[in-house]
């Protein structure tokens, strides 16, 4: 077993981490506010005109469903790593993928990033000086094949 606890002090890690999940609340914005606004526009041009009101709310729900999401604002500062899988645990969230479903490990220098088969995630990285059980060559071993050298200069 691997893991990982702690507060994330990467900048770098923290900046990517947070980018990431700016722009999957962006996604989740712009995909509620499509399946939600396109039959009010319909309805509003067979209808009347003054449905197109709906759309601010449309606009409003949307974002209210950004906001209401835990994930958003959580930073994980617990990742345990078995044979089986991950599990990320922050404050108020728990997360826990299959090692299969892990494309890529990119080693970031200083911390580590993972790609996932199908799924955007950005809730699990891992900072190499948090490593608390387990070793690094442990964690480069279980993941052999898999891992990306993308250290910045």
Do not use: H
Request: proline share 1%.
């Amino acid at each position: 077993m691997i893991v990982f606890e702690g507060k994330i002090t990467e900048t770098d890690c923290l900046y990517t981490l947070k980018k990431k999940q700016k722009l999957s609340a962006i996604i989740k914005f712009v995909v509620i506010f499509l399946l939600i606004s396109l039959p009010i526009v319909v309805l509003s041009l067979i209808i009347s005109f003054y449905i197109l009101i709906g759309l601010v709310l449309t606009m409003v729900i949307a974002f209210a469903d950004i906001k209401m999401d835990n994930s958003f604002r959580n930073i994980p500062n617990r990742v345990v790593i078995d044979d089986y899988g991950m599990e990320a645990v922050s404050k108020s969230y728990k997360l826990f993928i299959n090692l299969n479903s892990v494309v890529s490990v990119i080693d970031m220098g200083t911390w580590y990033t993972f790609k996932f088969n199908l799924k955007m995630n950005n809730f699990f990285v891992c900072q190499k000086d948090l490593l608390i059980e387990g070793s690094l060559e442990e964690f480069e071993k279980l993941f052999e094949g898999k891992i990306e050298r993308k250290v910045k200069s």
